[in-house]
T-cell receptor
Framework: GNSVTQMEGPVTLSEEAFLTINCTYT??????LFWYVQYPGEGLQLLLK?????DKGSNKGFEATYRKETTSFHLEKGSVQVSDSAVYFC????????????FGSGTKLNVKP | NAGVMQNPRHLVRRRGQEARLRCSPM?????VYWYRQLPEEGLKFMVY????????ESGMPKERFSAEFPKEGPSILRIQQVVRGDSAAYFC???????????????FGPGTRLLVL
């Protein structure tokens, strides 16, 4: 079946630190992979995506590379800001039913000044 | 271009009452999805609808839950005879018609937080 596993949080970092949030997946074939961000009290916003192996998605200084060999899509940012504090969700869309998204449990990021 | 709209943002119901959650997709989007988020968990797919059609309801509980997306008006997620376990955040998402390269991307609303007393 399809599933997504994320590292558990919360992750607490100081401003300008390097961020990695691990995400691995299980899927049939080659799904599309996504990172969404959820700020307190709000809905999910698409952060970046990758639709095939070795693709790199990037946005707002965040990036993630679709690694087929390790079935991973880790989120990275070189220098986090306080405004990056949020919950980050990794997700995949099923190959044969791409209308159904599978989400990880989310990783809460706290960035301190 | 307005995003996905959901209302109400917060809803309080007593056990046994009905809850109606509304979702208006982004302009030009014809696909609507509902997800449920329990506290400290990720989102779980419930149902996928197009105008006047339920395409995939494999994530919907068998009883008390129903969804519709009429020809005119918003999509409605209806929960009858609510129980405390229904307390959660319910998110709606929409995507463009098929053939658009952005079809795979789902755009989410702000959610409705349901609390059952």
């Amino acid at each position: 079946g399809n599933s997504v596993t994320q590292m558990e949080g919360p992750v607490t970092l100081s401003e300008e630190a390097f961020l990695t949030i691990n995400c691995t997946y299980t899927a049939t074939g080659y799904p599309s992979l996504f990172w969404y961000v959820q700020y307190p009290g709000e809905g999910l916003q698409l952060l970046l995506k990758a639709t095939k192996a070795d693709d790199k998605g990037s946005n707002k200084g965040f990036e993630a590379t679709y690694r087929k060999e390790t079935t991973s899509f880790h989120l990275e940012k070189g220098s986090v800001q306080v405004s990056d504090s949020a919950v980050y969700f990794c997700a995949l869309s099923a190959v044969y039913n791409f209308n159904k998204f599978y989400f990880g449990s989310g990783t809460k990021l706290n960035v301190k000044p | 271009n307005a995003g996905v709209m959901q209302n109400p943002r917060h809803l309080v119901r007593r056990r046994g009452q009905e809850a109606r959650l509304r979702c208006s997709p982004m302009k030009g989007h014809s696909h609507v999805y509902w997800y449920r988020q329990l506290p400290e968990e990720g989102l779980k797919f419930m149902v996928y609808l197009q105008k006047e059609n339920i395409i995939d309801e494999s994530g919907m509980p068998k009883e008390r839950f129903s969804a519709e997306f009429p020809k005119e008006g918003p999509s409605i997620l209806r929960i009858q005879q609510v129980v405390r376990g229904d307390s959660a955040a319910y998110f709606c998402a929409s995507s463009p018609p098929r053939g658009d390269e952005q079809t795979e991307t789902q755009y989410f609303g702000p959610g409705t937080r349901l609390l059952v007393l």
